[in-house]
């Protein structure tokens, strides 16, 4: 029972409010700092030829060192740099990690990997952010390596991202790849509207897909309506021999992307590994590994 007339209680939320809203000045203020000193670096993941095991493509997967050297994934930071009007910096700095590594990526994943970045829904939408965007992807000299992945939902969105964006970059040679696909709001139909090079099926069909007949049955779609529509399809967070199995005995999925074929990896770990063969190099790129 409260005994006191509701001043006491009003004293406590006010506390707790004042602690939360510290908590996140806190925040915002380490990830503005953590963008001012550039603290970002990316981890590289390949898609892979399930056939050949020959490296397609890579992802690039931003991660934050904070403010005690501690290694944080996208999860953590991603949405509230998108809040504070800080992610389009932060794209940039990964291309721009790309660009100073590229001899590297090169000689790891082979010259002829494309090379994927992560935009945003949000940042997809913006015609300021993405003209830049395309601009200095222009600027590397090599446009044509490169792919935009997002969301369906930036395809969905009332916005000029299909119409007028997106034939900027295609000009470029730069290609479109729908991320995450299934998890949004988009349905089968609507992909038939949207021209993308590149479909990747969430993880979460992929998971335990072989002990899974309605995931099975969506993928079937997805891959029917992906073979006629001219998309490559890409299964995400392949982890175990048993869906790699199913993949490869009942569908005619291509490609894949998960820790079975290689976690993310940093570039400093394969040039630390020194003196590395070119062969060693290559299945560095292509086999289960490291844990970041
Ligand atoms: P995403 O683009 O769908 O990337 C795939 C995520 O799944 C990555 O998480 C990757 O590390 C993880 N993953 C890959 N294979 C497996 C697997 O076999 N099992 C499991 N459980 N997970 C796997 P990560 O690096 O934490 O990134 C999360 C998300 O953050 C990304 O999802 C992407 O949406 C976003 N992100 C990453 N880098 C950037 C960036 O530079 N810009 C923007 N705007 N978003 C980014
Ligand atoms: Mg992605
Ligand atoms: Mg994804
Ligand atoms: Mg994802």
Redesign the pocket.
């Known amino acids: 029972r409260i005994k006191n007339n509701g001043k006491g209680l009003a004293a406590f939320f006010d506390a707790s409010m004042e602690r939360e809203a510290q908590a996140r000045i806190k925040v915002e203020q380490s990830l503005r700092l953590a963008i001012l000193e550039k603290r970002f670096c990316c981890?590289f993941?390949s898609k892979v030829d399930i056939r050949t095991q020959a490296v397609k493509g890579i992802?690039?997967?931003?991660r934050l060192r904070d403010d005690e050297g501690v290694i944080q994934?996208?999860?953590s930071f991603?949405n509230l740099a998108g809040e504070l009007g800080l992610?389009d910096e932060?794209?940039h700095l990964?291309l721009a990690e790309i660009v100073k590594s590229i001899d590297l990526i090169n000689d790891t994943f082979g010259a002829e990997a494309t090379i994927s970045?992560?935009?945003?829904a949000k940042?997809a939408g913006n015609p300021e952010f993405m003209r830049s965007f395309a601009l200095a992807l222009e600027e590397t000299g090599f446009p044509q390596r490169f792919m935009i992945?997002v969301t369906e939902d930036a395809f969905v969105a009332k916005n000029h991202f299909q119409a007028e964006i997106l034939p900027m970059f295609r000009k470029l040679g730069v290609g479109i790849s729908i991320?995450?696909f299934g998890t949004g709001y988009s349905s089968l139909s609507a992909l038939a509207d949207i021209t993308a090079d590149e479909i990747?099926i969430d993880?979460s069909f992929i998971t335990d897909i072989h002990k899974r007949p309605r995931s099975q049955g969506i993928l079937r779609a997805i891959e029917s309506l992906s073979e006629a529509l001219g998309m490559t399809v890409i299964a995400?967070?392949?982890?175990s021999f048993e869906e790699l199995a199913y993949l490869q005995a009942a569908t005619k999925i291509r490609y894949a992307?998960?820790?079975?074929f290689s976690?993310?990896i940093f570039l400093e770990e394969l040039k630390l590994a020194t003196p590395v063969s070119s062969e060693a190099r290559a299945s560095v790129a292509s086999r289960p590994m490291q844990q970041n």
Do not use: C, F, S
């Not at 992802?59 to 931003?62: D, F, G, H």
């Not at 992307?257 to 079975?260: A, K, N, P």
């Open positions: 981890a993941q992802e690039a997967l931003v994934a996208p999860g991603i992610i932060l794209t990964v970045i992560n935009v945003a940042q992945e991320d995450d990747k993880r995400e967070g392949l982890e992307q998960g820790y079975y976690r993310p």
